[in-house]
């Protein structure tokens, strides 16, 4: 399996900029498609962003769309968030999962994905 740990959150603020990094080891990065999680207090867990193992295709949220952008770089098994223009509404932990299953696209669905970082709290304050 494949162990995920994410790095990069803390305190922004409101019209600012953070970048998450999730560094993968394991298994073979490359093999995998990366999406990025938020769960606000009292919230469902919620999808962010998704990028398939090639990195040819991007998927967001529309609450993000345009703020926020996803990478992954397979040589550093590491794949990436930056955050831009930061709202009080991004407030949450934020993770990082992995999806083995080939099937062309970067999914929304959190149950396609299999592994998971243990999350990283991003803050906005306003």
């Known amino acids: 399996q494949v162990q995920l740990v994410e790095s990069g959150g803390g305190l922004g603020q409101a019209g600012g900029s953070l970048r998450l990094s999730c560094a993968a080891s394991?298994?073979?990065?490359?093999?995998?498609?990366m999406g990025w999680f938020r769960q606000a207090p009292g919230k469902e867990r919620e999808f962010v962003a998704g990028?398939?193992?090639?990195?040819?295709?991007?998927s967001y949220a529309d609450s993000v769309k345009g703020r926020f952008t996803i990478s992954r770089d397979n040589l550093k098994n590491t794949a990436y968030l930056q955050m831009n223009s930061l709202q009080p509404e991004d407030t949450a932990v934020y993770y990082c999962?992995?999806?083995?299953?080939?099937?062309?696209?970067?999914?929304?669905?959190?149950?396609?994905?299999?592994?998971w970082g243990q999350g990283i709290q991003v803050t906005v304050s306003s």
């Open positions: 990028i398939t193992r090639s990195g040819t295709m991007r």
């Open positions: 394991g298994r073979t990065f490359s093999n995998y498609d």
């Open positions: 999962a992995a999806d083995r299953s080939y099937d062309g696209y970067a999914s929304a669905a959190k149950s396609d994905y299999a592994y």
